[in-house]
């Protein structure tokens, strides 16, 4: 009668253990697919969540923060931009031309005569000036070009213009009811004021000689063309303003021209 008994509590150990063999593998086909399955970029609570359910041994290292990627490519630095600007002296495609690494262009700044500020002390003017290009516009099967103007309390060097201290015309334009209206007094200038303008070296000094305010808005082409004339090149050195009038519209074109002082004549 007690060998019978024993029998019986054998074979019931028997179920209970293929239980725990059961419960192991799964556990373990568990922690595989997690480390499998699961991608590198999971949050990091949901590896705190997984493991709390697991035991010190099989927890999942948390990964370091994931990287953010920048919106923009990044920039060189010197050595990588030396680099590359240095190859290209080797180019013959380069036709012998100058070639400026960019550590020697961030040294250089703004180069001899190119304006850096503006200084009118008649209408208590004291503005920063950066150069600015333009953008072609299409007329009558025609290319021509607009000038770009800041958009932001700053006068605008048109960049093919001349520069300080030499023959030539050096156009500056500003916006005069918007973006700072940085040219908004100009039309305030009479023809001996001063206009002062600087580069990265040095002050030039100017005298108003001229101010012109021309109809432009729904002007045929040709009107247009010859209003802009005041700003193009010319054999005598001269500084050019350019703006809008009048300051509730924009259908006229302002031009103020100042000219080198001359040696002897008062300045206001």
Not at 117 to 137: S, W, Y
Not at 194 to 211: G, L, P, S
Request: charged share 15%.
């Amino acid at each position: 009668m007690s060998g019978q008994s024993s029998s019986s509590k054998n074979e019931a150990r028997v179920p209970l253990s293929l239980v725990f063999i059961s419960l192991g593998l799964v556990i373990l086909l568990a922690v595989t697919a997690v480390w499998i399955l699961i991608p590198t970029t999971m949050p990091r609570g949901v590896y705190t969540a997984v493991n709390s359910l697991l035991p010190q041994e099989l927890m999942i290292p948390t990964p370091a923060a994931v990287a953010v990627l920048p919106t923009q490519a990044p920039k060189p630095t010197v050595d990588e931009a030396v680099l590359v600007s240095d190859a290209l002296l080797d180019n013959e495609e380069s036709n012998g031309g100058n070639v400026m690494t960019l550590a020697e262009a961030l040294q250089q700044g703004p180069r001899a005569g190119e304006p850096t500020r503006i200084v009118i002390p008649h209408i208590n003017l004291d503005a920063p000036v950066k150069a600015i290009g333009a953008t072609p516009i299409q007329s009558g099967g025609q290319t021509y070009y607009q000038w770009l103007v800041p958009n932001e309390f700053v006068a605008g060097w048109h960049d093919n213009s001349a520069p300080l201290g030499q023959p030539g015309n050096t156009v500056l334009n500003g916006h005069h009811n918007v973006y700072g209206e940085v040219f908004r007094d100009i039309v305030d200038l009479e023809v001996g004021d001063e206009v002062i303008v600087y580069d990265a070296n040095q002050a030039y000094r100017y005298q108003v000689t001229d101010k012109e305010i021309m109809l432009e808005r729904d002007q045929p082409l040709e009107v247009r063309l010859q209003n802009a004339q005041w700003i193009a090149p010319t054999d005598d050195e001269r500084v050019t303003l350019v703006t809008c009038w009048p300051y509730t519209d924009n259908s006229h074109r302002l031009i103020v021209v100042a000219k080198p002082v001359t040696v002897g004549r008062a300045t206001r």
